[in-house]
């Protein structure tokens, strides 16, 4: 991964933690980590990520055809009940 990618990915997973979501375009997760398809490799990585910017709950993703946003589980329960 470029150092660059490195960069804007962490400030995604930062997103993530202190938000409890994040968007991530499926052109992004392509180009920065330079695959041909999305492995769960990739998302094994932004769950390891996740977790060493200090987040502890389980992470749900939501697909739709252009990109994916991964939430926190309990954001996604808060979100069902309203």
Same mark, same amino acid.
């Given at each position: 991964? *470029?150092?660059?990618?490195? @960069?804007?990915? !962490?400030?995604?997973? !930062?997103?993530?933690?202190?938000? /409890?979501? &994040?968007?991530?375009?499926?052109? !992004? ?5 330079? @695959? ?11 769950? &390891?990520?996740?977790?060493? &910017? /200090? /987040?502890?709950?389980?992470? *749900? *993703?939501? =697909? ?7 939430? =926190? &589980?309990? =954001? ?5 009940? !309203?």
């Amino acid at each position: 991964m *470029q150092k660059r990618h490195d @960069a804007n990915l !962490e400030n995604r997973i !930062e997103e993530l933690y202190r938000v /409890g979501f &994040a968007k991530f375009y499926f052109w !992004e997760l392509y180009l920065w980590y330079d @695959a041909d398809r999305l492995s769960k490799n990739v998302f094994r990585d932004i769950d &390891a990520r996740y977790r060493e &910017a /200090g /987040g502890e709950s389980v992470l *749900q *993703q939501i =697909e739709t055809r252009d990109f994916t946003i991964i939430l =926190e &589980a309990d =954001e996604l329960s808060d979100v069902l009940v !309203e």
